[in-house]
């Protein structure tokens, strides 16, 4: 029993010199190293995570800052594009006039601009022009027969296009003013749903073709 003893003394011993040994070795690094401190955590925050300052409420009434004018190719071949469209169409309504029908309306004015001036937009893709040209165009055929004509057509009318597109997602601005033409316009009221095709989703199909030129010279005869 006494050596028993004495070795867990021993034991004992030896295990207090060496946590003595290391607290004093940690104390002396700490003291030749003074500078060495734990340092405090930090947040860090993601940049997405920063907002940025919301634009003023004047900046969509300034012209946006460009890098570079366009040049005079890019002005002239959609301004053709739009000259020939218009002359072609109204040359067709010539030859429509004894049956009392036109190809030149408001809307496929609309539809040039978007078409030579922005051949890449969303709004300029066939399927959104074509989908959104006879769908609003029936729409506005279905509100008439409805509601008659008046301010009560032309409001349900216009929403339901605008509602139409946004499910179809086919957005085209210039199909949603199909509508507001065949309610106030009696000249159109005899085609009835034909509207749906005819001038406008007829007329989309003329300025398809001269925009395809248009896109071809913007892109191989630069001045």
């Known amino acids: 029993m ?3 003893s004495s070795a867990i003394g021993i034991g004992i011993a030896c295990s ?10 940690h104390a002396s690094f700490s003291l030749i190293n003074p500078t060495r401190r734990r340092k405090p955590h930090g947040i860090v925050v993601a940049s997405s995570d920063v907002v940025s300052p919301s634009p003023s409420l004047w900046d969509d009434w300034k012209p946006l800052k460009s890098s570079s004018t366009p040049s005079l190719s ?5 301004s053709a594009g739009a ?42 893709r066939k399927y959104n022009m074509f989908m959104a040209q006879i769908g609003c165009a029936a729409i506005g055929v279905l509100a008439f027969t409805i509601f008659g004509p008046g301010w009560l057509a032309r409001s349900a009318g ?4 605008i509602a139409y597109m ?14 507001l033409l065949f309610i106030d316009g009696v000249k159109l009221h ?6 749906a ?13 001269i925009q395809e030129v248009v896109v071809y010279l913007k892109q191989n005869v630069k001045f």
């Open 2 to 4: 006494s050596g028993m």
């Open 197 to 209: 095709l005819f001038p406008g989703a007829a007329g989309c199909i003329v300025l398809s073709l």
């Open 16 to 25: 207090g010199s060496g946590l003595t040994s290391s607290f004093s070795r």
């Open 166 to 179: 946004i499910f179809t997602r086919t957005i085209h601005p210039p199909a949603a003013s199909l509508p």
């Open 83 to 124: 000259f020939a469209a218009m002359a072609l169409l109204g040359k067709m309504d010539q030859l429509l006039a004894p049956k009392g029908l036109s190809m030149t309306i408001a809307p496929l004015g609309a539809v040039s601009a978007v078409l030579f001036t922005t051949p890449s937009a969303p709004a300029a």
């Open 74 to 78: 890019d002005i002239l071949w959609p």
């Open 158 to 161: 216009l929403s339901a296009c």
């Open 190 to 195: 005899h085609l009835n749903f034909w509207y």
